[in-house]
C-alpha cells in the first residue's frame, strides 16, 4: 500500500490543446512517498521530469491536489497504443487502467469517487492512513 498525491493546475505552457481543457485541470503530476519523502513525477510536453518533494515543502498555489491511499496492480494491462501526456503517465503510475480518462478534470473525478481526500493536509503531513 502507498500514499499519493495527485495534483493538478493549470499548464505552465499553452499548448493548443490546453484551450479546450478546464482551466484549474489542463495539468497534473503524481508524488508517491516514500516514508522520507515524496518522489514527484510529471510528463512535460516531451519529457518525464522527475522531484523531490520534503514533506514540509509548500505546494503551489493555485492547484489542487487529492491525497490517496492505492494499491497498485502490477498485473493490469495497459493499451501500447496510446500517447504519452501527464493524465496516462498518472494513470500508469498508479494502476488505473479506465481507456475513458483522458482528461485531468476526467481523472481528478475519478480520484475523488475511489476514496481521494481533496486538499488533505494531513496526507501530506504523514499523519493520515497509518
Request: net charge neutral; glycine share 8%.
Amino acid at each position: 500500500m502507498g500514499r499519493y498525491i495527485v495534483g493538478f493546475g493549470p499548464a505552465d505552457t499553452l499548448t493548443w490543446w490546453a484551450r479546450l481543457l478546464h482551466p484549474e485541470f489542463q495539468h497534473c503530476w503524481v508524488a508517491k512517498d516514500n516514508g522520507v519523502f515524496f518522489e514527484k513525477l510529471e510528463c512535460l510536453v516531451n519529457v518525464i521530469h522527475t522531484e523531490i518533494l520534503l514533506y514540509d515543502t509548500p505546494l503551489l498555489e493555485g492547484q489542487r491536489y487529492i491525497g490517496i491511499h492505492l494499491d497498485p496492480d502490477p498485473t493490469k494491462h495497459f493499451g501500447i497504443f496510446h500517447h504519452l501526456n501527464c493524465v496516462s503517465l498518472v494513470k500508469k503510475f498508479l494502476g488505473i487502467c479506465d481507456y475513458k480518462i483522458q482528461t485531468p478534470k476526467q481523472l481528478y473525478n475519478y480520484l475523488l469517487t475511489i476514496g481521494g481526500l481533496e486538499n488533505d493536509v494531513n496526507v501530506r503531513r504523514g499523519t493520515r492512513y497509518k
